[in-house]
C-alpha cells in the first residue's frame, strides 16, 4: 500500500472528499487523482501539508505504514486530577523517545505537536512533552508516560539527572553521567532487571551505553513525569 492508499484511507475514515482535502491542504488540483491513479506518489512537501491540516494522522504509519493511522489521545484529566493539570499550556509531541534498549529508533522529524497539554506542579518549568516508550527506566518512567522537558543550554550536566538525548539517528531518555575521560555521556536505566537464563544470565538487560559528546545534536532536561498510559 502506498502513502496516497493510506491516506485516502484516513479520509474515507473521516468521511472527507478528495476536493476538501485539496482545499484544506492547499494542494495543486488533480494532485490526489494522479497519485491514485498510479502516476505518482505523494511527496514530502505535500506530506508536510497533510500533517498541517490533519494533525491526528500517524506520521510514521502514512510514510510506512506502519503502526496505527491516529496518533493516540492526550491524557483526559478527572476532576481528581484538576490540580495537577491546571496551568499553563505547553505542545505536546507524537515523537517517540526510548526507554528501551534504544537501537533503531526512528527519529522521524518533529515539527508538529498533537496539541496542547495543560500543567500543574509536576510539570513546572517545561517547555514541551514527550510520550515515552519502552521499560528500561521503570519505574519512575513507566511506558506510556508523559516527561516534561526543558531544551538544556548549559555547559555541564548534572551527574545523575534524567535527560533526553538525541542524535542523528536515536532518542533517548537516561540517567547521564561523564565517562572517565569525560569525553562522552554514559546512559544509564533506571531499570536494574538482569537475565535470568541464556549465555547472558546475570548481565543487566539494560546495560549502560556511552555517547560521545560530537554525536550529540540536542539535549532536554526532563523536568517533570504525569505517570498515565497514553497508548
Request: proline letters at 4%.
Amino acid at each position: 500500500m502506498r502513502k496516497i492508499d493510506r491516506f485516502l484511507q484516513y479520509l474515507d475514515y473521516n468521511g472527507i472528499t478528495e476536493n476538501r482535502a485539496t482545499i484544506e491542504c492547499k494542494l495543486s488540483q488533480g494532485l490526489l487523482h494522479q497519485a491514485k491513479s498510479g502516476k505518482s506518489d505523494l511527496g514530502y512537501k505535500t506530506i508536510d501539508k497533510i500533517l498541517d491540516k490533519y494533525q491526528d494522522i500517524n506520521r510514521v504509519w502514512l510514510l510506512t505504514g506502519e503502526g496505527e493511522m491516529l496518533k493516540p489521545s492526550l491524557p483526559q484529566k478527572s476532576a481528581t486530577e484538576e490540580s495537577v493539570f491546571s496551568g499553563k499550556l505547553i505542545p505536546f509531541y507524537d515523537a517517540e523517545v526510548a526507554a528501551g534498549t534504544g537501537y533503531g529508533m526512528n527519529m522521524e522529524a518533529v515539527t508538529h505537536p498533537v496539541g496542547m497539554i495543560e500543567i500543574g506542579g509536576l510539570l513546572n518549568d517545561s517547555e514541551s512533552a514527550l510520550r515515552v516508550y519502552g521499560n528500561s527506566m521503570v519505574p519512575n518512567y513507566p511506558a506510556g508516560c508523559v516527561v516534561g522537558l526543558k531544551t538544556h543550554s548549559d555547559s555541564f550536566i548534572e551527574p545523575g539527572s534524567v535527560y533526553v538525548i538525541e542524535t542523528a539517528e536515536n532518542r533517548y531518555l537516561k540517567r547521564l553521567y561523564y565517562n572517565k575521560d569525560k569525553t562522552a555521556f554514559r546512559c544509564v536505566s533506571d531499570n536494574h532487571m538482569l537475565h535470568d537464563s541464556g549465555p547472558m544470565k546475570g548481565e543487566l538487560y539494560y546495560p549502560d551505553f556511552e555517547i560521545p559528546f560530537n554525536e550529540v545534536i540536542r539535549l532536554s532536561r526532563v523536568t517533570g513525569v504525569i505517570k498515565r498510559n497514553i497508548l
